[in-house]
């Protein structure tokens, strides 16, 4: 089951092209074939690259640790729980860095992240989600789950 994942570099995107550079043709290639299910990037306040995906356990491990034996330095995180349970919202947090160049892939990425949302939801955690801020404040996504769950 693919996870949600945000990855913090420490490098700008541009920086980071140079340090792709210095893989072997065997990382380049290994990397190249991991495919998440969709990703949203771009570059933070401070100029360091950030990564969200949805992406296997399997993968995101295999591409850290390539990352790792060339010291290319990186924070994965996986955020799944925190998405699920509304503790990050992707809208407010993210929407600053969508602009016209990026806006196509913030939706798309956008519109799997709910996919993904609603394939991993279960009534409980929607029922949590009711006792701490009613039915009038779910997400679509969650109203959608206990619409089709009623049915």
Not at 13 to 30: A, G, Q
Request: proline share 3%.
């Amino acid at each position: 089951m693919n996870r949600l994942y945000e990855i913090k570099f420490t490098k700008s995107s541009f920086e980071l092209d140079k340090e792709y550079e210095r893989l072997s043709d065997h990382e380049k290639v290994d990397i190249t074939n991991m495919t998440p299910d969709s990703f949203f990037d771009f570059n933070d306040n401070q100029s360091c690259y950030r990564l969200y995906l949805i992406f296997s356990p399997i993968d995101i491990e295999r591409y850290s640790k390539i990352l790792n034996s060339n010291f290319i330095r990186h924070d994965a995180i996986n955020i799944s729980d925190k998405v699920l349970e509304n503790k990050i919202c992707f809208d407010s947090e993210l929407r600053p860095f969508v602009n016209a160049l990026n806006r196509f892939k913030w939706n798309s990425f956008k519109i799997k992240v709910d996919e993904w949302i609603y394939d991993n939801l279960d009534i409980d955690l929607v029922l949590d989600r009711i006792g701490q801020c009613g039915m009038e404040n779910l997400r679509p996504v969650e109203k959608k789950f206990l619409r089709n769950f009623q049915n």
